[in-house]
């Protein structure tokens, strides 16, 4: 919740300290895209797919955002109010939820509706209107990407070592999605 504040009041770039870029990622994403993140991996089915919140981009004041935090407010409300259908529908019955992705995700989706959404997950850029647009990076495990995809960098030292966000439009790897496996104990960087 604190970086999506920080974005909305400042705008900017996210990093998670364990994600490595592998080269200005501005170099694929527009200069006038205003929302930029990557769909999360499909490898984990008992996770709800979701927005990447390892890797964001907003523009200071970015609607989506302003959505994002105020479902994470009735969030933390249908937790504390003990909402079984609430926590059902977000978490999936998962007793470890990736929770904030799929809140963006959500609120992607009631800000730009599914028809943009589905677009930026075909690696469409999206505008909206003449103020805003979006543009979804995607998270997938290398090995699914082909040889068109080039992540040199990466080693494949254990399971989640494997896993890189690509743009879709470039055919090109972007990020390392995390820069050490700590349950092997192993860094995923040559």
């Avoid at 994002?68 to 926590?87: N, P, Q, S, T």
């Avoid at 103020?131 to 040889?147: K, N, V």
Wanted: proline residues 4%; glycine residues 8%; charged residues 25%.
């Amino acid at each position: 919740m604190c970086r999506l504040a920080q974005l909305y009041r400042h705008g900017g770039y996210y990093f998670d300290n364990d994600i490595a870029p592998l080269f200005d990622l501005r170099r694929i994403i527009d200069a006038d895209t205003t929302f930029v993140t990557a769909l999360t991996t499909t490898a984990f089915p008992q996770n709800p797919r979701g927005f990447f919140q390892a890797f964001l981009g907003a523009a200071p004041g970015h609607p989506v955002l302003d959505v994002a935090l105020r479902r994470h407010l009735r969030w933390y409300d249908a937790k504390a109010r003990r909402d079984a259908a609430e926590i059902r529908r977000v978490t999936r019955g998962n007793t470890r939820p990736n929770v904030g992705t799929v809140l963006l995700r959500d609120a992607f989706l009631e800000w730009a509706g599914g028809s943009a959404l589905a677009e930026a997950e075909a690696g469409g850029r999206v505008s909206h209107g003449s103020r805003h647009a979006s543009q979804l990076l995607f998270e997938a495990p290398r090995s699914s990407l082909g040889a068109a995809y080039n992540a040199s960098r990466l080693r494949r030292a254990s399971p989640l070592c494997a896993f890189v966000v690509a743009d879709r439009r470039s055919r090109r790897v972007g990020l390392i999605s995390r820069v050490f496996d700590h349950n092997a104990g192993v860094s995923c960087l040559r």
